[in-house]
């Protein structure tokens, strides 16, 4: 785990978003938190805390390496513990989110705590073996979760990639018939583009309902 945490907006406000970045993802956060302010006009502080290996961090359990020569290491765990300690403050509203691995790790940490209100999972990596499995056999402990995916990235060429589409289309069925109040948005384009924007309107939805609406 990375040692350093980053905070944006103002650091007495009650709505805390919390997001797990790397050295490449910090660069998008500025302009991330500029299109939720604009997009909700609400007062928050957005924490981002750093995290070293990305597929090790984040993954809540080992898996093999899907492309390259990397796999997962399963350690989503501890990861959590030292995200749990930027919420001792009951006083103040969590969200917890982030794109791609980070925002499967988002969804998988409402289903070990109850502490965040809601998830944002920006083209989240629900591709990630058996995790559709998990959510359906486990129930989540918060109230909102908003999913989005790029129209393209089921087109991937790798076929485990390629099946995002259908794990999460799967998954937005698993939590509405759980009762959570959820959204599948599609956005235009791969994986990798608009990172940072995605990730704000899917914030941005949790906090102020649907964007637009």
Known sequence: MGSGEYNFGNPDADIVMIQPVDG????DI?????EIR???GKDFCMKCVMVENWNDELSPWEAPPVFGKDGFGGQAEETLKKILELTVDKSKIYYIGGYSLAGLFALWSAYQTDIFKGVAAASPSVWFPEFTDYMRAHDV????VYLSLGDREEKAKNSVIASVG??????EVILSDKGIKEILEWN???HFTDAGLRTAKAFAWLISG????
């Open 38 to 40: 604009k997009l909700t």
């Open 141 to 144: 402990k918060t109230e909102s």
């Open 24 to 27: 490449h993802s910090i660069r």
């Open 166 to 171: 259908d794990r999460i289309r799967e998954a």
């Open 30 to 34: 500025e302009p991330e938190v500029s």
């Open 210 to 213: 649907p964007v637009g609406s």
């Open 188 to 190: 235009p384009g791969n």
